[in-house]
Nanobody, 121 residues
Framework: QVQLVESGGGLVQAGGSLRLTCAAS????????VGWFRQAPGKEREFVAA????????DYADSVKGRFTISRDNAKNTVYLQMNSLKPEDTAVYYC??????????????WGQGTQVTVSS
């Protein structure tokens, strides 16, 4: 069973950038589709972006299109989420997930513990 660990979160001013990293242990991440979700306080966990294991498809939530970029380095067993032009409404805990596909939380069996992203205005 693959274990996922997120890193790269932090506090940034509006308009700034962060790059989140999802690393895997106990399995080869290159075999899995990988997604990013986020959950703000008092809100449901929502889809952010996903990338297929073979790079054949990439999907983004409308709210992050043009600002966020998901990528992967299968040789390093790692997936990234580059976040530019950050807004206060991007503030949330960001979760890496693997093993499924789509925009629904229930579509993914493996989850990391999350990393906090806070965007100040």
């Amino acid at each position: 069973q693959v274990q996922l660990v997120e890193s790269g979160g932090g506090l940034v001013q509006a308009g700034g950038s962060l790059r989140l990293t999802c690393a895997a242990s106990g399995g080869t991440l290159s075999s899995y589709n990988v997604g990013w979700f986020r959950q703000a306080p008092g809100k449901e966990r929502e889809f952010v972006a996903a990338i297929k294991w073979n790079f054949s498809n990439i999907d983004y939530a409308d709210s992050v299109k043009g600002r966020f970029t998901i990528s992967r380095d299968n040789a390093k067993n790692t997936v990234y989420l580059q976040m530019n032009s950050l807004k206060p409404e991007d503030t949330a805990v960001y979760y890496c997930t693997a093993g499924g596909w789509g925009t629904r939380r229930s579509g993914y069996p493996y989850w990391g513990q999350g990393t906090q992203v806070t965007v100040s205005s």
